[in-house]
């Protein structure tokens, strides 16, 4: 394991130990907005791979398959996910682990997300027997530890690729500031569960943005299992970043486009519930519904 100034630069960590320039890199979309900067500040080549509305996002194996090509040096998997709070199947996640090894396929794993699992349990690509041999796991104690600011995230592999990653880093940042690390280790000595006593709050803003926005005929969500997100659909008719655009100036309502996240996201907003209490999501969601009564 490998300490970071947060999981953004575990993710570039690995993505320059890995990655060679014009590698294809598989992104399960929609897909985390700084992953895609990464590959291609790290000369690779992103590869958009759909999920699907109707599976809630959770990617599966056939999401993968079809765009591995001979150039394919990894894959990357967000889960739960931003933008969409999917949970891949631990099954799925199992099999897809599997089959990226047998093809000699790198598969990057993002958990930032790990302990904002509100259905079930979360399943790690590092609990998979064999993971050491193709999986690089990337994290961070910001949202788990509500230590946002602190920068301290960590990138989690064989002991090959940390040897070649921690050059990287002594010439990157050397190494993730002292006094965070600190902090951090004092935080999970404290209680590596901190954030589940706020599981029951964030399940009931989640049950809260559910029912506003189902009164929003211009909206269609439903819910993930994960993160603190809702992916919402909206109609054909609007372009994402102008319709974002739009809410931001007149109704004052902060959301962010799909088309950030791949063009699979286009025709959909990024809602947050993680900051907000229920009363504020229940005003975001009247000044939506006032914002489409009256024309957009």
Request: glycine fraction near 6%; include cysteine.
């Amino acid at each position: 394991m490998i300490v970071t100034a947060g999981g953004n630069q575990a993710f570039m960590l690995a993505a320059l130990t890995v990655l060679d320039p014009g590698d294809e890199v598989v992104l399960a979309a929609p897909y985390f907005v700084n992953h895609e900067m990464a590959i291609r500040a790290a000369g690779a080549v992103p590869i958009e791979a759909p999920t699907s509305e109707a599976s809630g996002f959770r990617t599966r194996w056939s999401d993968i398959e079809s765009h591995l090509t001979s150039r394919t040096r990894a894959v990357v998997l967000c889960t739960p996910s931003n933008p969409t709070g999917a949970v891949i199947e631990p099954d799925q996640l199992a099999r897809i682990v599997r089959e990226l090894s047998e093809r000699g396929i790198t598969l990057i794993s993002d958990e930032t997300y790990m302990h904002f699992v509100f259905d079930g349990v979360h399943s790690s690509a590092a609990a998979i027997a064999g993971w050491r041999e193709n999986v690089i796991i990337v994290g961070t104690f910001s949202k788990s530890f509500a230590m946002t600011g602190w920068r301290v995230g960590y990138c989690l592999a064989a002991r090959q690729v940390c040897d070649q990653a921690i050059k990287i880093q002594d010439a990157m940042i050397i190494c993730a500031p002292v006094i965070s690390q600190v902090a951090v280790e004092a935080a999970i000595r404290d209680d590596w569960n901190y954030i589940t006593r706020f599981h029951e709050e964030l399940r009931n803003r989640r049950s809260a943005l559910r029912l506003a926005l189902a009164r929003i005929a211009a909206f269609h969500w439903e819910m993930t299992g994960g993160g603190f997100f809702a992916f919402v659909r909206i109609p054909d008719q609007y372009d994402s970043e102008q319709l974002a655009s739009a809410i931001l100036e007149r109704a004052h309502v902060v959301t962010i486009p799909g088309a950030a996240f791949g063009q699979c996201g286009e025709r959909f907003l990024r809602l947050s519930y993680g900051a907000v209490d229920v009363d504020a999501l229940v005003e975001a969601c009247s000044r939506l519904e006032k914002f489409f009564a009256v024309g957009s």
